[in-house]
């Protein structure tokens, strides 16, 4: 898509992640394009490994945009409201509501993961950065998507409220400052929130 599809949002990065508990690069690591195992020096400090490779980075909202207008041109069609109880009528119903599921099931096993990100003009970074954990916490990762870096990131398990929480916001910054210097003094452009659904079997991602 990166290639044929430039209005999807998509573009292919190289980068970095890495651990700060590991003595070994993932196990899934050694498949991905260009990888290769970092030399120390190419690590931030407190990191114990971390690996090369090429991923699609793709910005999100662009492509949501993308897919909408694929879906209208195939024909389809959307309408939005709040649905209160699944269509006795409807032949097929591919029910996709997220941590609202909790209610519309209902189904109480499922529960929110809050996650915040900032955004900040970027400084120049051609490359990604992120940080592995084998459990979904508070980690560090810088996303270059053009003229704007995202910075993450948050995982709060059981809250659910999407209003920018400042202190998050400082702790990403502290964390990806670290990363690169640069980040200490960009003010922040704007806060991303977003509520995963997490339930036994398939957390969040
Ligand atoms: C900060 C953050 C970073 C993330 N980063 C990544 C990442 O790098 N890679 C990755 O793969 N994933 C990432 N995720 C996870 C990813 O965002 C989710 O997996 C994805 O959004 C799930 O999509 P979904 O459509 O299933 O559910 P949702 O995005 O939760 O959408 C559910 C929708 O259903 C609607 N809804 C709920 N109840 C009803 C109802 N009764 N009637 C009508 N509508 C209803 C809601 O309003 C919502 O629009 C991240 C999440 C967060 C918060």
Known sequence: MAATSPDAGVRLLDGIEASRDRTTPAEYAAALPGYRRCAPSELPTG??????????????????????????????????????????????????TGLGAAKFVPDPAVTPIRGQLAVVANPGLTEFFAEHTDDLR?????????????????????????????????????RCALIDPRIADLPFLGHRIGIRSARPGAGGA
């Open 138 to 174: 508070e980690v560090t990762y810088l996303l270059p998507q053009g003229p704007v870096l995202l910075l993450g990131g948050s995982a709060e398990h059981g809250r659910a409220d999407v209003a920018e929480d400042a202190a998050v916001a400082a702790r990403i910054r502290a």
């Open 47 to 96: 990191f114990t490994v971390g690996w090369r490779y090429r991923a699609p980075v793709v910005d999100i909202p662009v492509y949501l945009k993308y897919l909408q207008r694929r879906f209208k041109a195939a024909g389809g069609t959307i309408s939005i409201g709040y649905a209160r109880r699944l269509a006795a009528a409807a032949p097929v119903v591919v029910n996709c």
